[in-house]
């Protein structure tokens, strides 16, 4: 039965329009993950609309980052070069009959992975009310989309030998990515590492027996499990959460049509005792009598988070829980 919150239904019910037909013909689309261009005719909507998704941060980390790296383009449509784009925004205004703005979305229409988000209204007023009331779900959706494309990337190519681990220690089964091949096992516990000397990346499950009903229980559970089997290397050192709140971004088990919704935490760790910390995320799923955790943690002090977090993310929601 999948735990995955990537079943659950949009904040914002779009249209999809000339969705791919999944042939695998279609060309490689160009881009990073995460970057997003902002295109149209009109100017100034097009600068409100970039402005909007620029202004997004991606929660839980030390400093502030940019959701999306945005890019912009005035032009009537899509040139040869910007259809293959990864993730597009195309902006539309001067539609008289509109009474309310649209938004609809098209699925891989030139290349793939793409997202193609329209915005269509009668003046640039009636967008930036839109806008101001349904900017995150429009997040939600280019969020969702990179997330996929994480798990679609992982589903090819993950770490077969950490995968047979999890299935044997939790009867469950998570996709790693391949350079997370240091590993430590305790009882009800992995640790999977790419013990990188810039830019590490974790990935910790565990499981415990009772059932997590709030933010606040997963959180001391959290810190329970860490001190136990994440000592730092000085003595009496061990890992933490940090005093700044974590982001609870649903706080509480909720049963929906296939499961139960995990509680999903992003915030930062700390070494007690020691100069080391970062961010975050973790999803706790109970089934049963006992309770689920998988959670990813970074740990680099030289870069930017929110592309390795992002990477692990994607990992954790391909938990799928067998038995």
Same mark, same amino acid.
């Given at each position: ?44 909507? /097009?600068?409100?609309?970039?402005? @909007? ?5 991606? &929660? ?7 959701? *999306? ?5 005035? @032009? ?16 539309? #205004?001067? +539609? ?9 979305? !098209? ?6 992975? !793409?997202? +193609? ?36 990337? $992982? ?8 995968? #047979? ?23 009800? *516990? ?10 590490? !990346?974790? +990935? ?11 933010? &606040?229980?997963? +959180? ?7 001190? $136990? =089997? ?32 995990? /509680?999903?935490?992003?915030?930062? =760790? ?13 999803? @706790? #799923? ?5 309770? $689920?955790?998988? &959670?990813? *943690? ?26």
């Amino acid at each position: 039965m999948s735990k995955s919150l990537l079943s659950l239904g949009l904040c914002l019910l779009m249209a999809c329009a000339g969705c791919s037909n999944g042939s695998g013909l279609m060309p490689k689309s160009g881009g990073r993950p995460y970057e997003v261009l902002v295109t149209g005719a009109d100017s100034e909507a /097009v600068a409100m609309v970039a402005s @909007s998704i620029r202004d997004l941060k991606m &929660e839980g980390l030390p400093q502030q980052e940019a959701a *999306f790296d945005v890019s912009t383009l005035v @032009s009537d449509g899509l040139t040869q070069a910007t259809r293959y784009a990864r993730n597009i925004v195309m902006v539309t #205004t001067g +539609i008289d009959s509109l009474k309310h703005a649209v938004v609809s979305y !098209q699925q891989n229409p030139y290349a793939q992975p !793409q997202l +193609i988000l329209h915005l269509r209204a009668a003046s640039t007023g009636q967008l930036r009310s839109t806008l101001i009331n349904n900017v995150r779900a429009i997040e939600h959706q280019l969020v969702l989309q990179e997330l996929n494309n994480g798990i679609a990337l $992982l589903r090819n190519k993950h770490n077969k030998a950490a995968e #047979t681990m999890v299935r044997e220690m939790f009867g469950a089964r998570l996709w790693v990515p391949e350079d997370l091949n240091k590993w430590k096992r305790g009882q009800d *516990f992995l640790w999977m590492s790419n013990d990188a000397a810039r830019g590490m !990346q974790n +990935i910790c499950i565990y499981r415990y027996a009772g059932t997590v009903l709030t933010s &606040e229980q997963a +959180i001391a559970k959290r810190d329970s499990v860490m001190r $136990l =089997w994440l000592p730092g290397e000085s003595e009496g050192s061990y890992m933490k959460t940090a005093p700044y709140p974590a982001v609870a971004v649903n706080n509480h088990s909720e049963k929906t049509p296939d499961g139960i919704r995990p /509680v999903e935490l992003r915030g930062l =760790w700390e070494m007690e005792g020691e100069a080391m910390g970062g961010p975050f995320v973790s999803l @706790s #799923t109970s089934y049963g009598d006992s309770t $689920l955790v998988v &959670e990813a *943690f970074v740990y680099a002090p030289e870069t930017e988070k929110r592309r390795l977090v992002r990477r692990l993310e994607a990992s954790l929601h391909t938990l799928n829980i067998e038995h």
